[in-house]
């Protein structure tokens, strides 16, 4: 089995900068994508930023320019430093990784409790 905490969500003003971290933990035998995805009340989630375990990122165009995605796989921790946060960032932010259990062939797809990010003045 296999965790994922995250870290870093917080209240922040408008054009502040927050940095979001998310640790893979558990029976792992390797660590594929990684990545963000976010939800506001009454919205649909939308996919916000993922990296590959070679270092391939992709960033939604609504973020790009002011979120950058990077990871560690040392530490099977993925990052998400945003900057220029505008009132339309909030929303709960969940990290997900896809991953093989030591004990287990298949890919499985694991998420994040997620973490709470509010831009207001």
């Known amino acids: 089995q296999a965790q994922l905490l995250e870290s870093g969500g917080g209240l922040v003003p408008p054009g502040g900068s927050l940095r979001l971290s998310c640790a893979a933990s558990?029976?792992?035998?390797?660590?594929?994508?990684m990545g963000w995805y976010r939800q506001a009340p009454g919205d649909q989630r939308e996919m916000v930023a993922g990296?590959?375990?070679?270092?391939?990122?992709k960033v939604a165009d609504s973020v790009k320019g002011r979120f950058t995605i990077s990871r560690d796989n040392a530490k099977n921790t993925v990052y998400l430093q945003m900057n220029s946060l505008k009132f339309e960032d909030t929303a709960v932010y969940s990290c997900y990784a896809t991953l093989k259990l030591q004990a287990a062939t298949p890919i499985y797809t694991y998420w994040g409790q997620g973490t709470q990010v509010t831009v207001s003045s």
């Open positions: 990296i590959s375990n070679t270092g391939r990122t």
């Open positions: 558990g029976d792992i035998f390797s660590v594929n994508d």
